[in-house]
């Protein structure tokens, strides 16, 4: 599985970006896809999820009501729509699938920036 994503940029606060996730190599109604963020030294944070098959989601509590994480089967996409953004928002994104049955996740894309400036 290889993940591309993209999207990442400079915003004010309070203002929007939304990130994309193209899912390539395999059928990806297998997998459970998240978005994490790593803010400069933090550990690395689940932000979002979705269920490929069924299309439940889960989030973070700090991004409940501002993110949503949606999917578009035809494009093999998942996207990470994100408002009223904050600077501590700002962090490296990444997207990442796990197998259904698996602990971990296994595959994950490269980092997008994401940098909000107050």
């Known amino acids: 599985v290889q993940l591309q994503a993209s999207g990442g940029g400079l915003v004010q606060a309070g203002g929007s970006l939304r990130l994309s996730c193209v899912v390539s190599?395999?059928?990806?109604?297998?997998?459970?896809m998240g978005w994490f963020r790593q803010a400069p030294g933090k550990e690395r944070e689940f932000v979002a999820g979705?269920?490929?098959?069924?299309?439940?989601?889960s989030y973070t509590d700090s991004v409940k009501g501002r993110f949503t994480i949606s999917k578009d089967n035809a494009k093999n996409t998942v996207y990470l729509q994100m408002n009223s953004l904050k600077p501590e928002d700002t962090a490296v994104y990444y997207c990442?699938?796990?197998?259904?049955?698996?602990?971990?996740?296994?595959?994950w894309g490269q980092g997008t920036q994401v940098t909000v400036s107050s």
């Open positions: 990442a699938a796990r197998g259904f049955g698996s602990a971990g996740y296994a595959y």
């Open positions: 190599g395999r059928t990806s109604s297998n997998y459970y």
């Open positions: 979705i269920n490929w098959r069924t299309g439940s989601t």
